[in-house]
């Protein structure tokens, strides 16, 4: 004859259930699903209890970088090339004189004071009694406005210098590993059943 009967519960952590189970001398009871546990031995009560995730300690070595320092260093965004480009001509203005009638003699109507004085040559006595004299007429003169080229346009070349660009960045000036110690997992959470005294007292036996 097969009987199971139930004793109250205890709290135990954070337990999620209770079963007690009580089995017969002589009889047995398989354990199905999770609400009874596995393969129970007669006259013994079972407890559903909480099993918390189980870790371990270890040590790690650590990079420790107290401090740091700023650099500076120049980056290459273009480098230097020639470059030829065209000079115009360039031209002045400049005035100068031309000749529009050089000099030369004519001869005009002049007044004799004195036969005396008359210079071969250079006076002449007309019929009529005029006198003519022989005279220096200048050379005459315009100005004139023109522009003059001082320099032909012509090629020349230029070396354009390379263009950098300055960036700064951090380093750390010293460097060095600690000691620390971390926590692994090495068991997770899970609920398991344990032995316990059927009279609602210590548990007879733990099973891990």
């Known amino acids: 004859m097969k009987a199971r009967r139930f004793g109250r519960s205890r709290q135990v952590a954070t337990a999620s259930a209770v079963l007690l189970v009580a089995l017969m001398a002589g009889s047995s009871l398989a354990g199905t699903g999770d609400d009874c546990p596995p393969n129970p031995e007669p006259g013994k009560c079972y407890e559903k209890v909480y099993r918390p995730a189980q870790y371990e300690s270890y040590v790690d070595q650590a990079l420790d970088q107290s401090s740091y320092q700023v650099e500076e260093r120049r980056v290459l965004v273009r480098e230097a090339y020639v470059e030829r480009y065209t000079v115009p001509a360039v031209y002045q203005t400049i005035d100068e004189q031309v000749l529009v009638r050089p ?3 004519e001869w005009k109507r002049g007044i004799l004071l004195d036969r005396t004085q008359m210079a071969p ?12 004299c022989l005279v220096d007429v200048p050379a005459e003169y315009r100005t ?17 210098p390379a263009e950098y660009r300055t960036m700064t960045e951090q380093r750390p000036i010293q460097s060095a ?19 316990i005294s059927c009279n609602g007292g210590l548990p007879a036996r733990r099973d891990r």
Do not use: C
């Open 177 to 195: 590993y600690r000691t620390v110690t971390k926590q692994r997992k090495i068991r997770d959470a899970s609920f398991v059943w344990q032995v």
């Open 103 to 105: 000099a030369h003699t």
């Open 121 to 132: 040559g250079q006076t002449r006595m007309l019929p009529n009694g005029e006198v003519l």
């Open 144 to 160: 004139v406005t023109r522009q003059v080229m001082v320099s032909p346009a012509h090629v020349e070349q230029r070396t354009i």
